[in-house]
């Protein structure tokens, strides 16, 4: 048979050679190379001609001859070690340089196919892939890829006709297939095959594919998924939606999942109430007030567990936030550590803390379950996991009962059992809080002065442009332009939440009590003692909020019993944490922050709120409407943080910022404790310091407000009428009246373009606007000035000015991205890199192979959330605040219960390599780049030093951390930063 190839032999078809026929393809190479029949022969049967001279290359028994193209290869990689050029391997060929690629690609496809034999054999005598790949001197994917190429080779062959029969039996049995993205991987078909079933199926006239979108969970509002669903024929997009369940995808053990958990956690155990002590809080002039393991109001919301005890056991934690059901009906909230086990009584394991006194009984102390152990969410909050029981040789114990039901429901073995798991239910872990924003806000940044508000705006910018300049010097097209468009969008990020660069050092970690620390030290084992620090409490009122503290990591130090070496925790004596805010123990974060320098301002708290209690706001139930926990609590919250955000940035008096601070104060508690905040507001006169600090006249000129929209290609203008006609009315507006306090709050309806469309009633053509979505105001505007008035304080227009610069450089980053243009594949890059190019596509298989399972997930996440709605009723709604809860926590068991798993592309050094020299087209890269992590390509693409510890100094580390040295003392000694001494001594 006949094989094509183009005068440049890039494009030989290789798959059209008969099954190792190599020397068939070779002649045919040598006659479109103009090769004599003279010519050929010898070069068929004798190898290439003997030469003289520079190249002396032998006949007969040498390395060329037919048939043994491996000789081929290795002779061409001798010439290249040589330093001869394509031209010159060529010459000594006697042809043409396109004749050699040819040659090379034969060879290859020879190679390949022989260890694809020996693999298949090796496989049959007992070898798993692991084993073929050192064997055969592949790498693993390649292996893995072949032996399934091998097992699916009847697949791969199915013809059209196969593949819409297999489909039509799915849509008999479920009715409803997804046939979107992904699926052709999970049937071990190509998309063409699948698209042109799919096309006959529906030609047929029995089927019709309803074009379904998959909202979501977790972003409702935002894009959807667009999924392809293959029906019967009359099957309408409302049957559809209403019957979600019974979507499936082609993968055949794909199952549907549970809509009866939202969180997939076992049943939480339940200890008896004998095994809690309570340490109560000791009132103002009692005896024991304010000592050490006396007056449990000095560790309010902390814990103590007793070592060793089975099922309390946080494993590698010295500390963690956790929730544990006690009684069967209450619950301990709180951070966890271990106490001294000489300070607990017979038969208790936990110590709890409460600032409540001993008029309140153990039920007043804990929080009632919201709802049933074994109902969904019985703590209200996300359980990250729970403790393993195990045996005495610290092995997991399998729960055999549910393991063996779960495993009957589901018709089919599990991979992981399922364990037996203790009373503790984790929150928030060691280390968790490593992983927390580490940025600067608005709310901190604008109440400090301005000269320290214009130095972390600056930094910021120069941190912005310090990675365009990373990316501009990316060379692959694709690549540059993914970066680009990550780059952009975090561009608009900053310019409506006003983040700004931190300095070094600034730091969040969770706080733990340490009574017997001065209460101007902290215990921070990640900073050099001596350091002055600021510790900043989210949401805070002002700078008398803010403690400044000195770092006290003596040997001696009573920090080191309770906090030890954690990487993600400091400890401060309990009064500090009463000036931040009201803080507690029971998981409340502070974020550190180094002021050697003093460039950062605090100061005493307010005088007037010294003997403040919010509780004097608790009225006689039925005499008023208290907030109800939740959306009415965080908008009313929401106002009175602008309010107080407005008066620091226009100059109100200390008795003003007073009135506000109690006033919100009181709506933090007003739901909790039932206070009654309309009186509050009437009394701290929060009506007149709104007028005074918020009212403001709107000049916004919304009419002229547009962007344009990547995603649906249009303009999106302003829609919001209201606000229209607020500016034409010159209407007085009491509401945040900075830039500060509206860039986030402060948002606008906009849409996309107008559309006619027939009145399905009345039959008359209306127009439609598509589109309709809302978006913070400060993206639309196109100069932050507006937000200003002859008023504005400085630090204002300092942000006003950052917004404008990020806007400069987000249209100079788009109009970059429209002129890249993508350069071709190579070839000869193709041949060189095939391993890295296989590897690559296996891996983006893998990725995509995931998407349906996804999109199952989603749908799943749907039904449970629809399922607790309707199961609450309407007398006890959701709030948003906790629906955003309930839907993470949906979608994070539906993924575990369907086996939907992201599964990001990692790239290796030479595959890079392989991606660099374009051996790959633009289209599979950019497949590959969206399948990515944002960080990971960044990394490869723009490649920074890495400051590690390693050997010798690895060892000498941890030797010093043996020997008590914390963190920040390993950290200066080595030169390196505490999160590097941190990650490099625990793993």
Not at 228 to 239: A, E, F
Not at 398 to 420: C, H, M, N, W
């Amino acid at each position: 048979m006949e094989f094509e190839f183009n005068k440049d032999y890039n494009e030989i078809d290789l798959q059209a050679i008969d099954e190792m026929d190599f020397t068939r393809a070779w002649e045919q190479v040598l006659r479109h190379d103009g090769i004599s029949e003279e010519g050929i022969n010898i070069l068929l049967h004798y190898g290439v001609k003997r030469r003289s001279g520079r190249y002396p290359w032998g006949s007969g028994e040498n390395p060329y001859q037919h048939g043994d193209n491996a000789k081929f290869m290795q002779a061409r990689r001798e010439m290249q070690s040589k330093g001869m050029t394509e031209a010159e391997i060529a010459k000594a060929f006697g042809v043409s340089t396109g004749a050699v690629r040819a040659r090379v690609a034969i060879a290859h496809e020879e190679e390949v196919r022989r260890l694809r034999a020996t693999a298949k054999s090796l496989k049959e005598h007992g070898l798993n892939p692991q084993q073929i790949a050192d064997k055969i001197g592949k790498s693993r994917s390649w292996v893995d890829k072949e032996l399934k190429r091998d097992e699916s080779k009847e697949n791969v062959k199915r013809q059209t006709s196969e593949v819409a029969d297999l489909l039509a039996s799915r849509v008999s049995k479920d009715t409803y297939i997804d046939v979107s993205r992904g699926v052709d991987i999970q049937m071990g078909v190509s998309k063409t095959k699948l698209d042109n079933a799919v096309k006959s199926l529906v030609d047929s006239g029995e089927y019709e594919v309803i074009k379904y979108r998959i909202k979501q969970i977790t972003n409702p509002d935002g894009n959807s998924t667009p999924t392809d669903i293959l029906v019967p024929k009359g099957t309408s997009y409302t049957d559809v939606s209403h019957h979600t369940e019974r979507i499936k995808t082609m993968d055949m053990s794909l199952d549907g999942g549970s809509t009866t958990k939202i969180q997939a956690i076992n049943v939480p155990k339940s200890i008896d109430w004998s095994r809690v002590k309570i340490r109560y809080a000791i009132p103002e002039g009692e005896k024991g007030h304010g000592k050490t393991d006396v007056d449990g109001g000095l560790m309010d919301g902390t814990m103590l567990l007793r070592p060793g005890t089975k099922d309390l056991d946080m494993g590698k934690n010295k500390y963690a936030q956790v929730r544990i059901a006690v009684g069967g009906t209450h619950y301990l909230k709180g951070m966890a550590i271990y106490g001294d086990p000489k300070d607990f009584p017979d038969g208790v394991d936990i110590i709890f803390n409460t600032n409540k006194t001993k008029n309140k009984t153990k039920e007043e102390v804990l929080k009632p379950l919201e709802r049933a152990l074994d109902s969904d969410n019985p703590f209200s909050a996300t359980i990250k996991r729970q403790n393993v029981m195990l045996d005495k040789n610290g092995k997991p114990i399998v729960d055999e009962e549910r393991t063996a039901a779960a495993e009957k429901a589901l018709g089919r073995k599990l991979g992981t059992p399922i364990y037996k798991t203790g009373a503790i239910n984790i929150v928030n872990e060691a280390g968790d809080w490593n992983d927390w924003g580490k940025a600067l806000s608005s709310q901190f940044l604008s109440k400090q002065p301005e000269p320290v508000v214009r130095e972390r705006l600056k930094a910021t910018l120069k941190e912005v442009d310090k990675v365009y300049e990373e990316i501009s010097k990316v060379d692959n097209p694709v690549i540059r332009a993914k970066l680009l468009e990550s780059y952009s969008s975090d561009l608009e990020s900053k310019q409506v939440h006003l983040k700004a660069a931190a300095p070094k050092g600034f730091a969040p970690h969770v706080i733990l009590p340490v009574s017997k620390l001065k209460e101007n030290e902290v215990y921070a084992p990640n900073y050099p003692d001596g350091t002055r620090v600021v510790l900043i409490r989210y949401p805070h009122a002002g700078t008398f909020e803010l403690p400044e503290l000195i770092v006290n990591n003596s040997k001696n130090s009573p920090g080191r019993k309770i906090v030890g070496d954690a990487s993600d925790a400091i400890g401060i004596h309990p009064k500090v944490a009463q000036k931040m805010s009201g803080a507690d123990f029971d998981g409340d974060t502070a974020y550190v922050l180094p002021n050697n320098a003093g460039k950062y301002k605090t100061r005493p708290a307010l005088k007037g709120l010294e003997d403040f209690d919010p509780n004097m706001y608790e009225d006689k139930p039925g005499t008023f409407k208290p907030l109800t926990k939740g959306t009415s609590t965080n908008r009313e919250m929401g106002v009175i943080s602008n309010l107080i955000t407005d008066m620091t940035l226009k100059g109100a008096s200390d008795e003003e910022l007073t009135r506000a601070v109690k006033h919100s104060m009181v709506v933090i508690d007003s739901a909790k404790h039932k206070l009654n905040y309309r009186r509050s507001e009437v009394e701290n006169g929060i009506p007149a310091l709104k007028k005074k600090y918020m009212a403001h006249v709107d000049t916004m000129d919304y009419g002229s407000y547009s962007r344009f929209d990547e995603r649906t290609r249009k303009t999106q203008t302003v829609q919001d009428e209201k606000r229209f006609r607020d500016v034409i009315t010159k209407r007085v507006k009491t509401s945040g009246s900075t830039i500060v306090s509206r860039s986030k709050n402060d948002t606008v309806q906009v849409a996309g373009y107008d559309v006619e469309v027939k009145d399905p009633k009345t039959g008359k053509t209306k127009t439609v606007t598509r589109g309709k979505v809302e978006v913070p105001l400060i993206t639309m505007v196109k100069d932050a000035r507006d937000f200003l008035t002859p008023s504005s304080d400085q630090r204002e227009k300092d942000y006003a000015n950052y917004v404008n610069e990020l806007k400069a450089r987000k249209i100079k980053v788009d109009e970059e991205r429209k002129l890249i243009k993508n350069v071709k594949k190579d070839p000869k890059a193709a041949l060189i890199y095939a391993d890295e190019v296989a590897s690559l596509e296996a891996k983006l298989k893998d990725s995509l192979s995931n998407a349906p399972k996804e999109r199952q997930a989603q749908l799943l996440a749907k039904r449970k959330i629809d399922k607790e709605i309707k199961t609450r009723g309407e007398g006890n709604p959701i709030d948003k605040k906790e629906l955003k809860k309930l839907r993470q926590q949906a979608i994070t068991t539906a993924r575990q219960e369907v086996g939907a798993k992201r599964n990001p592309v990692k790239i290796t050094p030479d595959e890079w390599d392989a991606i660099q020299a374009n051996a790959i087209s633009p289209t599979m890269l950019s497949k590959l780049v969206r399948n990515m992590n944002d960080d990971e390509l960044k990394e490869l693409a723009t490649p920074r030093p890495k400051n590690t510890i390693e050997g010798s100094r690895l060892s000498k580390a941890k030797q010093l951390h043996a020997n008590g040295y914390t963190y920040a003392q390993i950290a200066e000694l080595l030169g390196v930063s505490t999160t590097t001494v941190s990650r490099a001594i625990n793993g």
